[in-house]
């Protein structure tokens, strides 16, 4: 006698996790397994984050690069814990699906692990954020170790990691030697252990960024790290083409928005100072 066949779980598809009415940790996770790629943004405002979110994006990023885009800074670094709280809790009031990761500043996390977690405690709190993100490896073991002991989801980055840019010195792809890059799958790999939910991986060889996607079990999201990662992230700013400055080959534009509102901003001022506007129906 042939044995029944056995039903085999049905794959979850793309349309079914469009339908998660709440994205947490345990969905990206998910979503890895079923190879559903995740999408994530920046956001710094209500406004911005309320468009993503009815778009459908899975994660949405509180980034210190708001100190860019945000505060016209050069670097992450000048960015406050204050400020990254304010961002953060404009962008949690827009939110309603998707998953809102906050970056933690410079300096509010490498002085000691218990600095790090008074930090993580501020922005979930005081912004009501899902998760925190840090950068960096070993170094910051500890520091996560105890985040994720508090019951906060953490988030690791590595490769070119912006708050240290003046220990790069620039902006060039990281671990294109063998040095770095096994330094890179090592932490990788302790980030995992000691609890982080996910890892960003920025601008890293493709091969590099395939590789670790490949051996850890929780998600990798790549900036500049190749189209193996389990997601994507990019700068809102950047991807809309408000900021026209920044142009690095990993950056796919789908505006032009810098232009398009200038043309609007053009329009008006040619309106007020004709008399156009406001017309009639415009008027009370
Ligand atoms: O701050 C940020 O926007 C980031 C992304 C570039 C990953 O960390």
């Known amino acids: 006698m042939s044995a029944a066949p056995t039903a085999q779980p049905m794959q979850r598809t793309a349309e079914d996790f469009r339908k998660v009415r709440k994205v947490t940790t345990h969905t990206l996770q998910e979503m890895k397994q079923a190879k559903i790629k995740i999408a994530m943004l920046t956001a710094y405002d209500y406004s911005l984050a309320r468009i993503l979110d009815d778009a459908g994006i899975d994660v949405i990023l509180v ?48 002085g000691n692990s218990k600095e790090a977690l008074n930090s ?19 170094e910051v073991k500890d520091s996560v170790e105890r ?16 708050q240290s840019i003046y220990k790069f010195g620039t902006y060039v792809v990281r671990a294109t030697e063998e040095t770095e890059a096994n330094r890179l799958r090592e932490d990788a790999k302790l980030l995992e252990q000691v609890g982080c939910f996910a890892v960003v991986l920025e601008k890293i060889p493709a091969t590099l960024g395939a590789e670790v996607t490949q051996q850890l079990r929780i998600p990798t999201i ?37 232009d398009t509102i200038r043309e609007a901003v053009c329009r008006y001022c040619d309106d007020v100072k004709q008399g156009n506007f406001p017309a009639p129906h415009e008027q009370y």
Do not use: W
Request: aromatic letters at 6%; charged letters at 15%; hydrophobic letters at 45%.
């Open 222 to 258: 790549g900036i500049g790290a190749g189209a193996a990662c389990d997601g994507q992230v990019l700068v809102l700013h950047d991807m809309l083409g408000i900021n026209q400055e920044f142009k690095p080959r990993f950056l796919r534009r789908y505006l032009n928005l810098y």
């Open 147 to 162: 985040i994720v002991a508090a019951g906060v989801p953490v988030m690791g980055h590595l490769g070119l990691t912006p």
């Open 120 to 138: 993580a405690i501020r922005i979930m709190k005081e912004a009501g954020a899902h998760a925190v993100k840090l950068e960096g490896g070993r």
């Open 63 to 110: 980034g210190d690069s708001a100190s860019n885009v945000m505060a016209g800074h050069e670097t992450t670094l000048p960015i406050t814990l204050d400020q990254m709280i304010y961002h953060a809790a404009s962008v949690v009031r827009a939110v309603r699906r998707a998953l809102v990761v906050v970056d933690l500043p410079f300096g509010s996390y490498q």
